[in-house]
């Protein structure tokens, strides 16, 4: 009996909004290679996201060793994307120390109205 060799596709979609996920999942690339970065062997990644298939970590892994330049740089616009969006978000609220102060004269003048009276 002669050996098929068959071709698997690469476990990777493109959804709706242009962001890479792993198989059928909603598992982000991204997710699976900071893991793998990370020391996690493809049994852990699998394990830390039930819906994840291990031969699809796997197949994600080895994508990314075929194709390290074209991923990274992928993931390298992902984090300057998401950088920028957190920069936008905080320039339109106000810094945290002063929404601290803000929260605490709050609670300051609450306690001081429901305070009873002769305390």
């Given amino acids: 009996m002669a050996f ?3 071709t698997d596709p690469t476990p990777l979609r493109v959804d709706e909004h242009g962001v890479v996920r792993v198989g059928d999942s909603q598992v982000l690339l991204d997710v699976v290679i900071r893991e793998f970065h990370n ?3 493809p ?3 699998a394990r830390g996201f039930p819906t ?3 031969a699809d ?3 994600v892994i080895a994508y990314y060793l075929r194709h390290r330049d074209e991923v ?3 993931l390298d616009t992902r984090r300057r994307e998401a950088e920028t969006l957190r920069q936008e978000i ?3 609220q106000p810094g945290r120390l002063e929404l601290r102060d803000k929260l605490l004269a709050r609670q300051a003048q609450r306690e001081l109205t429901h305070a009873a009276p002769g305390q």
């Fill in 39 to 41: 020391g996690a062997e």
């Fill in 90 to 92: 905080e320039s339109k």
């Fill in 57 to 59: 970590v796997y197949g």
């Fill in 43 to 45: 049994e852990a990644i």
């Fill in 4 to 6: 098929t060799i068959q």
């Fill in 52 to 54: 994840l298939n291990l």
């Fill in 72 to 74: 990274d740089e992928y």
